[in-house]
């Protein structure tokens, strides 16, 4: 067995680079010295921590080029697609480090009755944060929890995807260059077991992690037994509402790139969509001439589209498009026949679905497939979008912004958006993740920076009195008093 892990352009399928594979025994230290990096990192103010990683978004800034061109190898992405994915970490930092000091400060809370008291909650790292990232988004899905966890004055083991090992390299190294102590922040390299090792650890203290809805059932039973927090964000079947009255221009535009950027390997993409009867017609002929204008190819610099992650991957969503025809499933773009070749290019597919039950109304697709749904109603379409048992994103459109409110409030998802579609993840200060199968916990935000804090209530007392008036012996008229008072004041 080699103990290299090899990394593979999707489009050329030539090797990328090589990294090291973590033994176990390699994780034991990695785990010990995570430890001392505790101490380390811990006594720093958050200020302190916050100066580190502005520099380290310089630097980022200034290696622009070199980590566009790594995500874009090893994924196949286009070069504008991992622009954006380098340009969403800066904007992630920049907003982590200007309020992670306030966020992160002593919080004055009320005493209520107990005037002669002060109350107030405080906020300290937990230890270890071990973090499991994904390949779709190798940059902006390890960075973001690295930041948080970070700020809150953990010390970090990142476990990047297998398939995506080189661009989780040059992470670990624009840490270290940064001032990052090198056991505050440690990288393993291998496949799911080394990664379950730094689950199971009894010396990781929180676990997040960034993968499918099958694996995060795994890790949230690891974590249970022994009551170790996790952050869990998980599989999307993102449903779209488009109501009669939306701008079909924009819903379109909006379909398009919200369910085939990437290629659909999307956590957050549109798979779903739910349009209105008397607009589906319309809706679904610019969709079709939408798709089909747009460029796929191995030209990372003009391509919109690039290739599928791997074969493997490609092979799984035609799998779910042939199993679509066999059920009887309306294509109305289908360029499956042209792409079952070798390569990992796969080209958009419009389907529309009247089986709400069926596999593909049902599941995590994650490549470009869109599907269409007819509804009649506003009802309909809120109780269809809340039918997967997904619950990651959604996005509503329609010219009534008050209406599109009263949508967003009735759908079962962490994130929604009104007449746009996945932006969210570009505001660093509101919060990201599921709920129902698609995950626990958040990422991102003032709640990202907590959930990587143990939370701790501080009660004083202010006035030094021999004793307070309910500590024994509590005499008869004391207690006369507090009856009088509680029928006075709570009554």
Known sequence: MTDKLLSYNPITQEVVGTVPLTTDEELKDVLERS????????????????????GIRKNLVKK???????????????????FVEVMTVAEHLKYMCRHAPVILSREKRPTGILVHKRGYVQYFPHGTAGIISPWNYPLILAISPVVEALLAGNSVVLKPSEVTPITGDKIHRLFLDGGVHESVFQIIQGYGDIGSKLVESP???????????????????????????SILELGGNDPMIILEDADIDRAVSAAIWGGLSNNGQTCIAVERIYVMESIADVFLELLKKRAKELNISDDKKSAD???????????????????????????????????????????PTIIEEKNRKSKIMQSEIFGPVITVFRVSSEREAISEANSSGYGLSASVFSKNLRKGREIAK?????????????????????????????????????????????????YEDRLGLKKEPWWFPVSDHTKKWFKRFFRYWYS
């Open 410 to 458: 009735q759908i079962k998802a962490g994130s929604v958006c009104i007449n746009d579609v996945n932006s969210n993840y570009g505001c660093a200060s509101l919060p990201f993740g599921g709920v129902g199968i698609s995950g626990i916990g958040r990422v991102r935000g003032e709640e990202g920076l907590k959930a990587f804090s143990r939370v701790q209530a501080v």
């Open 203 to 229: 010396q990781s203290d929180i676990i997040c992690f960034t993968g499918s809805v099958k694996v995060g059932k795994l890790i949230s039973e690891h974590c249970a037994k022994q009551l170790k927090p």
């Open 305 to 347: 589209i690039g290739s599928m992650i791997n074969q493997k991957q490609k092979e799984t969503v035609i799998s779910f498009i042939d199993e679509a025809k066999k059920e009887g499933a309306t294509f109305h773009l289908d360029y499956n026949q042209k792409t079952k070749d070798s390569s990992c290019f796969l080209y």
């Open 64 to 82: 622009s080029d070199e980590f566009i061109s790594t995500i874009s190898n090893e994924t196949g992405k286009p070069y504008w697609d991992s």
């Open 35 to 54: 430890k001392k990096g505790e101490k380390i990192w811990s006594t720093l103010r958050v200020s302190d921590r916050a100066e580190i990683l502005n």
